[in-house]
């Protein structure tokens, strides 16, 4: 049976590679709260390992929506059990070194790339870079650099970190020099050893991504593509998953374009020895009164929020469009993930979230 480990915290661990996943989750509470996420789409007779519980009451709601149709739900284990895994096979939201000691540990069936120095190369916006389609854009690895591109590139700017999860790893620059806060934040990357993506601000207008699996033999296949709603800094808000002529309209041809751009990119992830899934980020933005395709925003060799929305599209409406999306408390919809959670047999809770992950259907 397939043992879920939602290891979201992949982002930070490849900047960190020193920290655990336990370490990562204490610092970012949000990891917590994702990894629940298999609750889902998880099959009853799997196994999802947690590190905390949520309360019996959230279960039993979760059961209980009326899509779920009864199906009852997967089981959850406490992931420092060494037996209740042995001999099942591993399923990670990203290969990743944690994971590996973790499933070797508890001689889980691990079939993923462990190559780390690859894995955190392909994974870095660096990486994506390459496929550029953006003259103005460039790598930047000091202030000298930073300096010269902000006096070639006028008006409003983008600057990236290597790593970062939905759009948290980005600045928006307004102003034409540089501020103290923008040169730190590029800092702290330079002196960790990464570069600065640095482009210049589009007029975005649509985003979207396309789900992909390479596998172990090179062949790839096509899982599916969604839209996104994002604010005005790239930050993710939201996933829109159905039919996808309806979900692309008018912009279905720059979708299929999208798709033979991306080939390459999938070949060459095969080439450097990866396999698994992955999400690549693409958009739609205006620039002298014509609609442009950027192909490749971002690669993400590993599981995705989109991947999350097709899964439950496919599964429980597969005639429907969803929005999968975070909310505030105040928001009427039930919250698919626990707003509150707890250590095994304690009763206080551990830990509360102020968001929560909730579905709409169009």
Known sequence: MPVYLNNTDFEFELANPRQTISQNWEQYPLCQQLQFIPLLYACSDDFIAVSTFPSDQFLCDLHNLSWRKNQPLAKLVNWQDKCAFKKQVGQVWGASQQTQIWAEEREIYYHFPINWEMIREINSKAYSFKYTTLSKAALVENSVQLEKWFEQVKGEKVLKSCFGLSGKGNRLIKQSTLTPATLNFCEKEWKAGRVIIAEPWLERFFDFSSQWVIHSNGSRELLGSTV???????????????????????????????????????????????????????????????????????????????????????????????????????????????????????????????????????
């Open 228 to 362: 996104f709603e994002t604010d005005q800094r790239g930050m993710y808000l939201g996933t829109l998953a159905g039919d996808e002529k309806k979900l692309f309209k008018d912009f279905f041809k720059e979708l299929l374009e999208h798709y033979h751009f991306v080939q390459k990119v999938l070949d060459d992830l095969f080439k450097k020895g990866f396999f698994g899934n992955v999400g690549i980020d693409a958009f739609l933005y205006h620039s002298e009164a014509k609609i442009h395709l950027y192909p490749v925003v971002e690669i993400n060799a590993r599981q995705t929020m989109s991947l999350v929305a097709l899964r439950l599209q496919r599964k429980w409406f597969p005639n429907q469009t969803i929005r999968l999306r975070f909310a505030s408390l105040q928001d009427l919809q039930p919250s698919l993930l626990p707003l509150e959670i707890f250590k095994e047999q304690e009763k206080i809770p551990y830990q509360f979230f102020k968001r929560k992950l909730v579905l709409d259907v169009i």
